[in-house]
């Protein structure tokens, strides 16, 4: 199982980009997909996260400014980022919730991608 991440890159501040992921390999299930960030000498945390159902949840500091999508025939999701300050800047891994060939459910982890936001 493969997570793949793309989209990150350098933008001014108050400009937007859209992170996508999409998981690979054999896979019978996936439930929550998510994306987190890492800021240099910080903890990783939650930026956004969405089950298969459709239900979302978001990191305190995205106040509105994010969205999150889900296409589940892709197994992908799309994070929408809006109104991107320069505190943004992190690098932002993929994260699922999967169950593969072994039958065992487990959180896979993409690459990370560098999100820069300049001032």
């Known amino acids: 199982v493969q997570l793949q991440a793309s989209g990150g890159g350098l933008v001014q501040a108050g400009g937007s980009l859209r992170l996508s992921c999409a998981a690979s390999g054999t896979i019978f299930s996936v439930t929550t997909m998510g994306w987190y960030r890492q800021a240099s000498g910080t903890q990783r945390e939650l930026v956004a996260s969405i089950d298969s159902g459709g239900s979302t949840d978001f990191g305190d500091f995205v106040k509105g400014r994010f969205s999150i999508s889900r296409d589940n025939t892709k197994k992908a999701i799309y994070l929408q980022m809006d109104s991107l300050k320069p505190e943004d800047t992190a690098v932002y891994y993929c994260?699922?919730?999967?169950?593969?060939?072994?039958?065992?459910?487990?959180?896979?982890w993409g690459q990370g991608t560098q999100v820069t936001v300049s001032s």
């Open positions: 994260g699922a919730e999967i169950l593969g060939r072994l039958g065992v459910w487990r959180n896979y």
